[in-house]
């Protein structure tokens, strides 16, 4: 081939193979030995390299690595780039006994050519300047920074240290070049500094060309298609600086808004890396890039609260930060927090323990805690909550009213860990911590609204007049007895409203004011402020005011400030006058009646109170009104002495006005018998010396008094033993030695017995038979109306 006039260009990094046409060579290498050595024209530097003879007519050298050591030419344009690459070739032959002498290099007609310079194509090559490789002059890495200033370092062979180059990068008609200020004198003849300029178009692919500026000639790229022209594949890519925010909620969702240069609008590949655990774990979120400058994905949904590093990715690695550093990192705290309850009441009774079941997020391990603070109170509970799953808390607060004052209550939630109580961020379906403020809460989320109620009367009944003292027993009544009045009402009422004025204490908007809205056709009366005493949570009195309507009236009962209603009964004036009788058995069942006036029909909380006069005992049974006037109860059995009591008619828990003879109050209890113990259809069989004791069921007896058993048949046969109380109700009579004075046996006849008293005058015990009207003991023996009548009061002592 013939050689273009400047001769072969080869690449100054060498080893080039060179095949030379010759003649005559001798291919032992034990007489010669052959080597090419290449001279710069310019200035005499030379290299050398081994020669290898084929044949006696062929000879192959390798170019020596020129550019290592010397500058090769960028190009063949400019002499003064040129002949920095231009040598001359000169073959030199060596023998064991020879100097070194040229290989004459000879033109066809076998005229010597001058190769010392060759002015010749064929004994002169042009080494060019190449270069093979560029990247960050730390990483190595050919991923740059779309913002610029990122320092590379290219390598090749033959860069003139005495000259500038600049590196342009460019896809399709976009390109930008180093600054004028950034072209580089090479390091050496192998590496080239470069300082990439801004890309201000998409990131993405972009070819890098190394130009020589004196020239403006393109040094040759070898890259893997060959020696060419055509650059370097490098990627800019985009950069990221700085996070809007450094927490987000672990229910995620929240923008994460990331500055940066160069991001590709077009793109859809970007997104956050949220990693943890050494990087070991992460997840992605897509980003949607909202111009070159901005991104914003949003936060991931973690079941755990933890700290997180975020990088921002495409599909090709992590994005580079301002300082290169790979991966770049941002810390974000990943936080626990709630929303809301899953309940929606608007408020709790003080009188119920309160469950809550709490939904947030990040719930994990176990040490949660409920606090309920009081906002009037300021008083507080903390419970322990338990976990139900990652989103879901249940705490149960106890009756708050057994021993607090309604109160509305806000709610905080944290977590015991080692050393430490964290809050649980109350976010209130927000993506960012709020205060748990009143301002802040509503009902269902932060704020618990506690109302009081009312369980129970000590008086459920009253005069119209008024003036009855009313325990009302309940849960959470405030501590200021203005917030509470007893209200009482017929007719059509509302639920709920306020305008009997009963807003709770420094009770916020958004609580719940109760009260009672009256419709047409109501009748009501409230009680007066003065006459309201609260006692504790628990208690309050109040004395019901005057009924001015028709009486009686059964109405409802609330106490402003509570939710619920109670039953209570304006009577019309009632009050009683006498009883009849004024004496009674004191075993009960007897029927009393009482007169008096406005006694309620159907009404079933009358009472007969029997108390004794020391006040150490007391009974009651219940009553039945007859009439307005006439009522009627029946005894209780008294296991007293008799005695005298006091009475009183009770309605509604408290006693009525009794007016007329004071005497009328008393009821005089009597004693009696009503049979001996044991008996059956007849009377029983005795012995007549040595029988054993007999027992009688009796009523009203006195231990203090005493007492004889009279045996009797007849006028003319009797015996007495002493009679030996044991309680009011039974008395023990020893059997007489019958037999030893007088007839025994089933024809001698029954023996009757009578109960004396033997204190002052003797006196019989009355004996009752079980009823109520006397009966005479003596006839018990002559064999009375029946037999059984008969077993009661007699016995038969047999013969021995």
Not at 428 to 449: E, H, M, Q, W, Y
Not at 785 to 791: M, Y
Request: aromatic share 8%; net charge negative.
């Amino acid at each position: 081939h013939t050689p273009p006039p400047l001769g072969w260009q080869v690449p100054a990094a060498g080893n080039t193979t060179l095949l030379i046409d010759s003649f005559g060579l001798d291919t032992d290498s034990a007489r010669a030995s052959y080597s090419c050595v290449f001279t710069r024209n310019s200035d005499g530097v030379s290299l050398e390299s081994p020669g290898t003879p084929i044949s006696s007519v062929l000879l192959s050298c390798r170019t020596p690595a020129w550019g290592t050591h010397f500058a090769g030419a960028a190009g063949a344009i400019s002499p003064s780039t040129r002949d920095l690459g231009l040598v001359s070739v000169v073959v030199v032959r060596t023998g064991p006994q020879d100097p070194p002498r040229e290989v004459p290099l000879m033109r066809s007609d076998l005229s010597i050519i001058t190769t010392t310079p060759c002015g010749e194509g064929d004994c002169q090559l042009l080494f060019l300047v190449e270069w093979k490789w560029a990247g960050d002059a730390s990483s190595g890495s050919s991923r740059i920074s779309s913002v610029g200033g990122a320092n590379l370092i290219v390598t090749g062979a033959g860069f003139d240290v005495l000259e500038t180059y600049l590196c342009r990068f460019s896809r399709g008609a976009l390109s930008a070049d180093s600054d004028l200020t950034s072209w580089a004198h090479p390091m050496n003849a192998t590496h080239l500094p470069c300082v990439a300029p801004a890309w201000v178009s998409d990131a993405g692919g972009v070819s890098l060309q190394v130009i020589l500026t004196s020239s403006s000639e393109l040094v040759a790229f070898a890259g893997a298609g060959g020696y060419n022209a055509s650059g370097f594949a490098m990627t800019y890519v985009a950069e990221w600086s700085a996070v809007n925010a450094s927490t987000a909620p672990a229910k995620g969702g929240k923008p994460m808004f990331v500055t940066g240069f160069g991001f590709d609008t077009l793109s859809t590949a970007y997104a956050c890396r949220f990693f943890w655990n050494a990087s070991s774990a992460w997840v992605d979120t897509p980003a949607t890039i909202l111009s070159r400058t901005l991104l914003r994905c949003p936060s991931p949904t973690l079941d755990s609260a933890r700290g997180v590093s975020l990088a921002v990715v495409d599909k090709d690695g992590p994005l580079l930060t301002r300082d290169g550093q790979l991966p770049p990192q941002h810390l974000i705290h990943v936080f626990q927090g709630w929303d809301r309850r899953v309940d929606t009441s608007l408020y709790f009774t003080a009188d119920r323990d309160i469950r809550l079941d709490i939904v947030g997020y990040g719930f994990s391990g176990s040490g949660y805690l409920c606090t309920f603070t009081g906002i009037s109170s300021h008083l507080s509970e903390t419970v322990s909550a338990s976990r139900l799953s990652p989103t879901v808390l249940r705490c149960t607060i106890p009756a708050w009213g057994k021993t607090k004052p309604f109160d509305q209550l806000l709610l905080t939630l944290t977590q015991n860990v080692t050393n430490s109580v964290d809050a649980v961020a109350f976010t209130d379906g927000g993506l960012d911590p709020r205060p748990v403020f009143p301002s802040n809460c509503a009902a269902t989320k932060c704020l618990i609204s506690i109302l009081p109620t009312t369980d129970t009367l000590s008086v459920t009944q009253g005069s119209n007049e008024g003036g009855t003292v009313i325990t009302v027993h309940g849960h959470g009544f405030a501590p200021d007895s203005t917030f509470h009045r007893c209200l009482f009402w017929t007719g059509n009422a509302s639920s709920v409203g306020d305008s009997v004025g009963v807003a709770g204490p420094g009770w916020e908007s958004g609580g719940v004011s109760v009260g009672v809205v009256f419709q047409n056709g109501s009748q009501h009366v409230l009680s007066e402020v003065a006459k309201t005493k609260v006692i504790d949570s628990r208690t309050l009195e109040c004395i019901s005011p005057p009924w001015p309507y028709a009486a009686p009236a059964t109405v409802s009962m609330q106490v402003t400030n509570t939710v619920n209603t109670l039953q209570y009964t304006f009577a019309d004036n009632q009050y009683w006058v006498s009883k009849i009788p004024a004496t009674a058995r004191a075993k009960g069942g007897e029927t009393v009646v009482v007169v008096g006036k406005g006694f309620i029909l159907d009404a079933g909380d009358y009472q007969c109170r029997f108390v004794s006069l020391d006040g150490n005992w007391s009974a009651n049974a219940s009553a039945t009104v007859l009439s307005s006037s006439l009522l009627s109860c029946i005894l209780p059995p008294f296991t007293l002495p008799a005695q005298t009591l006091s009475m009183d008619v009770i309605w509604g828990g408290s006693p009525l006005e009794r007016t007329g003879d004071p005497g009328e109050a008393l009821l005089q209890l009597l004693q009696g018998w009503d049979s001996i113990e044991g008996v059956g259809d007849a009377p029983l069989n005795l012995s007549s010396v040595d029988a054993p004791s007999l027992m009688l069921v009796a009523y009203g007896l006195s231990e203090v008094k005493g007492y004889v058993c009279a045996f009797s048949r007849g006028f003319s046969e009797e015996m007495d033993t002493p009679g030996e109380v044991l309680n009011a109700t039974r008395i023990r009579c020893p059997s007489p030695q019958w037999g030893t004075a007088y007839p025994s046996g089933p024809h001698a006849g029954g023996v009757s017995l009578t109960l004396v008293e033997s204190a002052g005058v003797m006196a019989a015990v009355p004996f009752t038979a079980d009823a109520f009207e006397v009966q005479d003991t003596l006839a018990c023996a002559d064999a009375p109306n029946s037999l059984e009548d008969r077993a009661r009061c007699s016995v038969v002592f047999q013969a021995r």
